[in-house]
């Protein structure tokens, strides 16, 4: 493909953004129009709407939903009934959420043209990325991207993350060739099953061509940094081989030996000598520009629970390179692009794309002050919602989305702020996720999940006449990978005066009490602690007698009421996490991998 056509599909995606955002309520009735019509004899639909395929009838009778209403559905597609129950197309695979139910992963239908929907969504980054980083397609992207495990439902459709779908699907697989687009990684090794071969592989091919790397990333930010952790125990094999020209003898995946011999073609003992120079300096702050000379900044997901990443990206960096996210996305439906990549991370706004579904909105208020109002599983009145044109700028909203695929009024759990407009399409900053109180890397853990988990783990406790008084939380991600941590005040009963909790309570019995904690936590956590590897074990924090008055003490020293005061069960507050940790007597951390099966 030469030049100019390569520019022109650029001019035309940029038109298409301006076409599509000058004329947003048009083309949200549009797109409403379509999914009623498409899906009005499904069961679903027809239960509220009776064949009607009106806005004003949609609007009146079909309720407002989170997954419990869905999920019923979903099981008997997901166990052999036919799409229609939810879809006037196929349902063709079943994408599994970060979050959960009822300890399991969310199930979000799917059907084939989705898949189009979401290349769309791709389409537009390059583009707008031109427009502030001109030359990307005289160089190389070192994208770090891996598939998880996938299962199949009782009927056999694969239930799987909706980035595996992708990186599976034809529409990567299959791709003409883009020099704006040009990754060092070779798609076998992204598709290896086996997240250390990947990992090893795509790192190798990045160094080998880092002389023409003008972009590096991964989707999270966690992802990215857990291959600089990688990097830092692995660059001296990576070095041997580049040095020999012979791929490391653990590598036994047949695809990535195959793929690799290509990439590592002949013995390269300069720039192995090169790398070494680097990666063998004491400090690695600046590690990433010294790899990647020509690197022009780094794309990955630094919004949300992910902005914890932000100083450890700035770190390797030397903040030299701007952190930028692209596009808001998530299982259910693909929303929409940055358009301005190159802000701040903490003013990163995303632009919706009025095509990618219907989309409505229930008011949180000037403030996000409606929040507590509005509670995950409580019924959500109809006439509450507003439509994408009716936001007004300041203001907090929950998303709901109308899906092609069959999700109906469904509230997506995300918290945005609109910070201004493009033409007449709302521009938002992501708040948070409804009820998530620690996220590490695709985990997300709410605050009833946190307080079973540790209601069944104090129990062993009891035997030894100790009892737990408080407790609270944090995401530790000052090392690699993060980890959960909690801060336990334990009372001892009939002790003896001055004996300290971990004298009185074995050691086992506290690393017993964290792997309890984990084996209640949902099935999405456990996959990143024992088969992805992305969430490291669970520490429990002993702290001394007092701590949790004191730490009551410090926020209403800040304002707070002491009537209304209620230990927050996760602290990000600097300042409470100092005090906390001064006063931490033992630390103990779960011994094993809690049990997770496929």
């Not at 595996?164 to 034809?170: D, L």
């Not at 902005?307 to 439906?333: H, R």
């Amino acid at each position: 493909m030469d030049g100019k056509r390569l520019e022109y599909k650029g001019e035309e995606a940029l038109k298409e953004i301006e076409r599509l955002t000058e004329k947003a309520d048009e083309v949200q009735k549009k797109i409403l129009k379509e999914i009623l019509t498409r899906n009005r004899e499904t069961e679903y639909l027809s239960k509220y709407m009776k064949g009607s395929k009106d806005i004003l009838d949609f609007k009146l009778n079909v309720p407002v939903i989170t997954y419990m209403g869905i999920r019923p559905f979903i099981q008997r597609i997901a166990n052999g009934e036919d799409s229609s129950l939810i879809s006037g197309h196929p349902i063709t695979e079943m994408l599994s959420s970060s979050g959960t139910s009822a300890g399991e992963p969310k199930l979000m239908p799917s059907i084939a043209e989705d898949l189009d929907r979401r290349t769309f969504l791709y389409n537009l980054i390059m583009p707008v990325m031109n427009q502030y980083v001109p030359g990307l397609d005289e160089g190389k992207a070192m994208y770090l991207y891996f598939i998880k495990a996938e299962i199949s439902t009782p009927c056999g459709l694969p239930a799987r993350a909706v980035l595996t779908s992708f990186y599976k699907s034809k529409h990567f697989k299959c791709r003409s060739r883009d020099p704006f687009n040009d990754y060092t990684s070779p798609d076998e090794a992204i598709l290896c099953n086996d997240s250390n071969q990947s990992m090893y592989c795509q790192l190798l091919a990045g160094l080998i061509h880092r002389h023409q790397v003008l972009r590096l990333g991964a989707v999270f930010a966690s992802a990215f940094l857990r291959a600089i952790s990688f990097l830092e125990r692995n660059w001296v094999r990576l070095c041997d081989d580049i040095r020999t020209g012979q791929l490391d003898p653990t590598i036994t995946d047949p695809r990535c030996r195959s793929c690799m011999s290509s990439v590592l073609s002949s013995p390269d003992p300069r720039l192995a000598g090169e790398i070494e120079d680097i990666c063998s300096r004491s400090s690695w702050k600046g590690v990433l520009c010294h790899l990647w000379p020509r690197a022009k900044y780094i794309e990955a997901v630094v919004t949300g629970s992910m902005a914890q990443y932000i100083p450890a990206l700035e770190y390797y960096s030397d903040g030299k390179l701007p952190l930028v996210s692209t596009m808001y996305a998530s299982s259910e439906c693909y929303f929409g692009v940055n358009l301005k990549p190159l802000c701040d991370p903490a003013d990163v706004a995303f632009t919706l794309m009025p095509n990618m579904c219907y989309f409505e909105f229930i008011p949180l208020g000037e403030n996000g002050t409606m929040l507590m109002d509005v509670g995950e599983e409580e019924e959500v009145n109809s006439d509450k919602l507003v439509d994408l044109v009716q936001l007004r700028l300041g203001c907090y909203y929950e998303l709901v989305v109308t899906t092609f695929a069959g999700l109906y009024r469904y509230r997506i759990g995300d918290v945005l702020q609109v910070t201004g407009f493009h033409n007449t399409a709302p521009q938002f900053r992501f708040i948070c996720r409804r009820n998530v109180l620690l996220s590490i890397d695709n985990d997300k853990t709410n605050e009833e999940d946190l307080h079973k988990s540790v209601t069944v783990a104090k129990k062993l406790l009891e035997p030894y006449n100790a009892l737990l008084v408080e407790y609270t939380s944090s995401a530790d991600t000052s090392t690699l990978p993060g980890h959960y941590v909690l801060y336990w005040e334990i009372q001892l009963h009939g002790s003896k005066a001055g004996m300290a909790v971990e004298e009185e309570v074995e050691d086992k019995v506290l690393q017993e009490c964290c792997i309890a904690v984990e084996e209640k936590l949902d099935y999405i956590y456990r996959r990143c602690r024992a088969h992805d590897k992305s969430v490291g074990p669970l520490e429990i924090r002993v702290v001394e007698p007092g701590t949790f008055e004191e730490l009551m003490d410090l926020f209403i020293d800040r304002g707070g009421s002491i009537n209304q005061y209620k230990t927050p069960r996760c602290i990000k507050s600097k300042a409470a996490l100092k005090l906390l940790n001064s006063h931490v007597k033992a630390s103990f951390f779960s011994p094993r991998d809690p049990k997770w099966v496929p």
